[in-house]
């Protein structure tokens, strides 16, 4: 066997041991776990919405990328900066669907509870998205101010997508870029804190799942980039036509034929008295 196959072989085995394995391309080399954290980000102001504990605060000094990072907090047993940091580096969308699952799973969600009714909104948002449906769950998660997972969830749900001006502003305000996964992570680390004594278990278990949905493709955008909205008359007014859109079919007529010039008829002139001069064409109305 030679030395470059003995070195394959070699990585293969460390890779298979792995708790947390990289994906392999075709030709068996390591994947990045994390790809859609941008090359040579700088790990302080990419990681800074994600609220990391102090403890892996200290430990972005001596890191240069988020692959070693991660690497670092999996040994050291800091899970749940690891939720943070795996959440901080997926798609708001797979993020929301990382922890709609991981709740489901590891919440003991109660069929029928306020938390089942939660999640079952954001199934359904996730099957279907509308920005109706994402406005009114980031406005319910607002007013119970975030009390449970489910709730978290929901909030997810209106950061990912859409915009935070009013509807009639006209001018999309996108959301800031983190906060739908900060949201999601918060209520996978509620969930896993339930139950102190089984969070080296459970967070594992929800790390492996969120660097799967770490690594899944992109949804398709939503809206539509292609979809241009409809716009209605205001206050019930009917739409005026516009001069692109013909109102009425044309009609082609013959040439005009030119008519011959006839010069416009002389004034009448009044009829001379007896005893008068007759007309010699100086005639002017006389004044009153």
């Excluded at 001596?62 to 939720?83: F, N, P, V």
Aim: overall charge negative.
């Amino acid at each position: 066997m030679s030395e470059s196959d003995l070195h394959s072989s070699t990585q293969h085995a460390a890779v298979a041991d792995h708790p947390f394995p990289p994906p392999l391309d075709d030709e068996g080399r390591a994947l990045p776990r994390l790809p859609r954290v941008p090359e040579g980000a700088d790990l302080r102001e990419y990681t800074a919405i994600a609220s990391l504990s102090r403890e892996a605060k200290l430990l972005l000094p001596t890191h240069r990328d988020a692959e070693s990072l991660l690497e670092t907090l999996l040994d050291k047993g800091l899970y749940l900066d690891a939720i943070r940091l795996v959440a901080r580096a997926t798609h708001p969308q797979r993020s929301v669907e990382w922890a709609l699952e991981d709740v489901r799973l590891h919440g003991d969600i109660e069929p029928g509870s306020d938390d089942d009714v939660r999640l079952a909104e954001v199934e359904q948002w996730l099957e279907k998205p509308n920005e109706d449906g994402r406005q009114s769950m980031m406005d319910r998660a607002r007013a119970e101010g975030y009390p449970c997972a489910g709730s978290m969830v929901m909030g997810a749900v209106g950061w990912a997508y859409g915009s935070l001006g009013p509807k009639d502003l006209g001018v999309i305000v996108p959301p800031p870029d983190g906060l739908a996964s900060k949201s999601a992570a918060n209520a996978l680390i509620v969930t896993a804190t339930r139950r102190p004594k089984l969070i080296g278990v459970i967070a594992p278990k929800m790390i492996r799942r969120g660097l799967e949905h770490a690594q899944m493709e992109e949804p398709e955008p939503w809206p539509p980039e292609d979809e241009v909205p409809e716009m209605e008359p205001e206050d019930g007014r009917p739409e005026l036509p516009t001069l692109s859109k013909a109102t009425a079919p044309a009609v082609i007529t013959g040439p005009r034929q030119a008519e011959a010039y006839k010069p416009p008829a002389p004034p009448i002139r009044p009829a001379t008295k007896p005893g008068e001069q007759p007309d010699q064409g100086g005639w002017a109305p006389k004044p009153l």
